[in-house]
């Protein structure tokens, strides 16, 4: 898959990327990264990307042109996607869905905002990693790609394959513990020690549901 990203900082990228499976990914060639600066896309004096809001208020605008610009440089047909807090919220199923194109163009806000026009007439889909606010797009660009990207890299061993992943996104994961069985007074679940692999798998997706009822009753909900 290829990822481009248009972004006021290009030099934020790879970042955390390139570490782990994310890394292994990008150097495999699974994924590759083009990052593009916003700025080369202008053509005034003074490379300007921001603008006053009609209308007034506090703080810039991005402006459409060099967006717009640069979208339309690009070689990629798959979808072009606008980071935003006014976003569809990402999950598991909206990272399984986005991890079967051949690319993604991800752009990343700054600022107050960025001009409407790019997520009425430019954009294909407008994403939000979550409820809170950061100061841009390119966290939300990072956390997105990370999440499709371990989906690629094929390295997903058999405690963690897509099947297993599935069924366990409805869920909050049991608890898990390794040794000793005693630290500091406090012990390991006695069935984790019994080997009775039956009654152990039982009592984790008890615990799983349990966890899920009392932490994340949403998820019972069904999302997906
Ligand atoms: C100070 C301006 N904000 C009014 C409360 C609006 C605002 C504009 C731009 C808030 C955040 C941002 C920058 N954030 C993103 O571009 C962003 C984001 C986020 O802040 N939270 C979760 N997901 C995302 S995706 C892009």
Same mark, same amino acid.
């Given at each position: 898959m290829i990822i481009e990203v248009l972004t006021l $900082? @290009? &030099? +934020? $990228? @790879?970042g955390p990327l390139s570490s782990g499976v994310t890394g292994r990914g990008l150097n495999a060639g699974l994924v590759s990264l083009r990052v593009h600066n916003l700025r080369d896309y202008t053509h005034d004096r003074h490379r300007q990307v921001d603008d006053v809001p009609y209308g007034g208020g506090p703080g810039m605008v991005l402006k459409p042109e060099p967006i717009f610009e640069a979208v339309r440089a690009r070689t990629g047909k798959g979808p072009v996607i606008l980071l935003s807090p006014q976003g569809e919220l990402l999950n598991q199923g909206l990272v399984r869905e986005l991890a079967r194109h051949e690319d993604l163009y991800l752009i990343c806000g700054r600022y107050e %905002? *960025? !001009? &409407?026009r790019v997520a009425a007439h430019l954009a294909d889909r407008e994403i939000s990693i979550g409820d809170y606010i950061l100061s841009g797009g390119e966290l939300p660009a990072m956390v997105l790609i990370d999440a499709v990207s371990r989906l690629l890299t %094929? *390295? +997903? %061993?058999s405690e963690d394959s897509p099947k297993d992943e599935s069924f366990a996104d409805d869920l909050v994961e049991y608890p898990h513990f390794t040794r000793p069985p005693l630290f500091e007074g406090h012990a390991v679940p006695e069935v984790l020690l019994s080997g009775h692999h039956a009654e152990i798998a039982r009592w984790r997706q008890a615990q799983a549901v349990e966890r899920t009822r009392r #932490? #994340? @009753? !949403?998820l019972l909900k069904n999302n997906r």
């Amino acid at each position: 898959m290829i990822i481009e990203v248009l972004t006021l $900082f @290009p &030099e +934020l $990228f @790879p970042g955390p990327l390139s570490s782990g499976v994310t890394g292994r990914g990008l150097n495999a060639g699974l994924v590759s990264l083009r990052v593009h600066n916003l700025r080369d896309y202008t053509h005034d004096r003074h490379r300007q990307v921001d603008d006053v809001p009609y209308g007034g208020g506090p703080g810039m605008v991005l402006k459409p042109e060099p967006i717009f610009e640069a979208v339309r440089a690009r070689t990629g047909k798959g979808p072009v996607i606008l980071l935003s807090p006014q976003g569809e919220l990402l999950n598991q199923g909206l990272v399984r869905e986005l991890a079967r194109h051949e690319d993604l163009y991800l752009i990343c806000g700054r600022y107050e %905002g *960025v !001009d &409407e026009r790019v997520a009425a007439h430019l954009a294909d889909r407008e994403i939000s990693i979550g409820d809170y606010i950061l100061s841009g797009g390119e966290l939300p660009a990072m956390v997105l790609i990370d999440a499709v990207s371990r989906l690629l890299t %094929g *390295v +997903l %061993g058999s405690e963690d394959s897509p099947k297993d992943e599935s069924f366990a996104d409805d869920l909050v994961e049991y608890p898990h513990f390794t040794r000793p069985p005693l630290f500091e007074g406090h012990a390991v679940p006695e069935v984790l020690l019994s080997g009775h692999h039956a009654e152990i798998a039982r009592w984790r997706q008890a615990q799983a549901v349990e966890r899920t009822r009392r #932490r #994340r @009753p !949403d998820l019972l909900k069904n999302n997906r």
